[in-house]
């Protein structure tokens, strides 16, 4: 089982080198998806609808460095509605643009006017089919989306087209319904999950949401950090790939 170490404060000089710790892979010759969720100890994926009430300074920090670390920022357009998602701002890894926010919708159900289209340096990518209806093709496109049509919203069509971009660092927010698919589609690379020290209660879902039936994916511990407030940081690795 890897080390725990104490990290506080995040970033100071004698926590873990975090940036060492959630590199990905060198030299990728296709995406490689990691996932980050934030959950209560007792399971919750969010409180009154929304991951907010869970964060905590250490999850904060990870969440910071790991959109510095990728080249896409894959979620699903229910959780970029209920996050009130904002674009890309800060430079990503080795001082390059900062990531685009990649939004997976078979509606294209999403508001011109909101924070993903109007507060960002680069135009969020619109993963969607030509089912979609045209309307709301076209106001998004009008909005600046950089909109793709693909043949469908499996794990398979949304990797293959970020692979066809050079987006090989791939971060997937959520929501539980694109994490529970990516695992059904055995796509899922590495999990960093945030525990956080809440008992939510309520009725909050869990973090992944697939259809019945799916394998499970199995996956190994691959870091443990633990901050002074008792949250922990956990990063797992698909069993099939070697920690790092």
Same mark, same amino acid.
């Given at each position: 089982m890897a080390p725990v170490i104490t990290l506080w404060p995040p970033g100071g000089e004698d926590g873990p080198d975090l940036a060492a710790a959630y590199a990905y892979p060198d030299e990728l010759a296709a995406p @490689? =998806?990691? =996932?980050? @969720? &934030?959950? #209560? =100890? /007792? +399971?919750? &994926? #969010? =409180? /009154?609808g929304r991951s907010r009430g869970l964060q905590t300074p250490a999850d904060q920090e990870i969440f910071r460095l790991l959109r510095r670390l990728c080249d896409v920022v894959l979620v699903g357009a229910g959780t970029a509605r209920a996050e009130d998602y904002g674009g890309a701002r800060k430079p990503g890894h080795a001082g390059v643009a900062p990531p685009p926010i990649a939004v997976v919708t078979g509606s294209a159900d999403l508001d011109p006017a909101s924070r993903l289209f109007t507060d960002t340096t680069v135009a969020p990518i619109v993963l969607t089919t030509a089912a979609a209806p045209e309307q709301r093709l076209a106001a998004i496109a009008d909005a600046g989306a950089d909109v793709a049509l693909? /043949? +469908?919203l499996t794990p398979a069509h949304l990797l293959a087209e970020l692979d066809r971009r050079g987006l090989h660092r791939v971060l997937c927010e959520g929501g539980p319904g694109l994490f529970g698919d990516l695992v059904a589609g055995g796509a899922v690379d590495e999990l960093c999950l945030t525990v956080a020290p809440i008992a939510a209660g309520g009725t909050a879902g869990r973090i992944s949401r697939g259809p019945a039936g799916a394998p499970p994916q199995q996956l190994d511990l691959a870091g443990a950090i633990r901050d002074h407030d008792g949250t922990l940081l956990l990063r797992y690795r698909r069993a099939d790939r070697p920690n790092g």
């Open positions: @490689f =998806v990691r =996932v980050n @969720f &934030v959950a #209560s =100890v /007792d +399971g919750a &994926v #969010s =409180v /009154d693909l /043949d +469908g």
